[in-house]
C-alpha cells in the first residue's frame, strides 16, 4: 500500500476518533478515492481544507476490518498487492545486461566452432592437430575474456563462470583428441557418439543458449 493510502488511512482514523464539533465546521464533498488496481471508490469530504474518508468505507474497499475495543478504533489491512508485487518480483530470475548477452552470444558460436571442426575431423579420419584447433582454440579464449569483460551485474558473472566452464570442458576434449592422434594415426570415427564429455558441452551450451533467450540466469548443472 502507497505512503498517500497510509496518509489517508490514518486522516480516517482521527476524524472517527477525534472530536470535531460539527456545527463549527464547513463540510464539503472532495470527489472520491480510488485504491490503484482496483475499481471501487468512496466519497472523500473535505473540512476546513483537510480531506477525509470514512474509515468504515476505507476498510470496505481495502478489504480490511474494523473492531472496536474500549475507545480504540481498530482498522486491520490485508497484505498489501504493493508487498505482493514486489515480492514477486524479487522471485524473477535476475535479467542479464545487454552488453554480456551480445557478448555471450559471440562466445558461444566460436566455442560451437570449436567443437564443429573437431567432430568433422574425427568423422572423416583427419587427424586433430594443434593447427586445427589452435586458432579455434585461441578465437573461443578472447571471445570468452570479452564477455567476462562484459559483465556489469551479478547475473552476468554467474552466467560468465558458467560459460567458462564451457570453455574448459572443450579444452579438456580438445587436447584428448589431439593426445589420442599423438599416439596412433587413426582414431575411431565414432569416438563423439555416447560420450560423457562431449553430452556435457552440448547440455551446458543448450542451457546458456535457453539463458540467452530469456535473457535472465538460471543455473546449468550441466556446466559444472
Not at 31 to 58: C, D, F, M, R, W
Not at 59 to 68: K, V
Request: with cysteine; glycine share 6%; hydrophobic share 45%.
Amino acid at each position: 500500500m502507497n505512503d498517500r493510502t497510509v496518509r489517508l488511512l490514518w486522516l480516517a482514523i482521527f476524524i472517527l476518533v477525534g472530536s470535531i464539533p460539527a456545527p463549527a465546521q464547513a463540510v464539503q464533498e472532495a470527489g472520491t478515492l480510488v485504491i490503484a488496481g482496483q475499481s471501487e471508490h468512496v466519497p472523500l469530504v473535505q473540512i476546513n481544507g483537510k480531506t477525509y474518508v470514512a474509515v468504515e468505507s476505507l476498510a470496505r474497499i481495502t478489504h480490511g476490518s474494523i473492531r472496536f475495543q474500549g475507545s480504540q478504533t481498530i482498522l486491520t489491512l490485508p497484505v498489501g498487492s504493493g508487498a505482493t508485487e514486489a515480492q514477486t518480483q524479487s522471485d524473477k530470475p535476475a535479467q542479464l545486461s545487454s552488453g554480456f548477452l551480445r557478448a555471450e552470444v559471440e562466445a558461444l558460436t566460436s566455442i560451437r566452432e570449436w567443437r564443429a571442426a573437431m567432430v568433422n575431423a574425427v568423422e572423416n579420419n583427419v587427424a586433430v592437430s594443434e593447427n586445427l584447433v589452435g586458432g579455434l582454440r585461441r578465437s573461443a579464449d578472447r571471445s570468452l575474456q570479452l564477455a567476462i569483460a562484459a559483465t556489469s551485474t551479478d547475473s552476468d558473472r554467474k552466467a560468465a563462470e558458467l560459460l567458462h566452464n564451457e570453455f574448459a570442458n572443450m579444452q579438456q576434449m580438445s587436447d584428448q583428441l589431439l593426445a589420442m592422434h599423438a599416439k596412433a594415426s587413426y582414431v575411431a570415427t565414432d569416438s563423439f557418439v555416447g560420450n560423457p564429455l562431449d553430452q556435457k558441452i552440448l547440455n551446458c551450451s543448450r542451457g546458456l543458449a535457453s539463458m540467452t533467450a530469456s535473457k535472465q540466469f538460471q543455473d546449468e548443472p550441466a556446466c559444472h
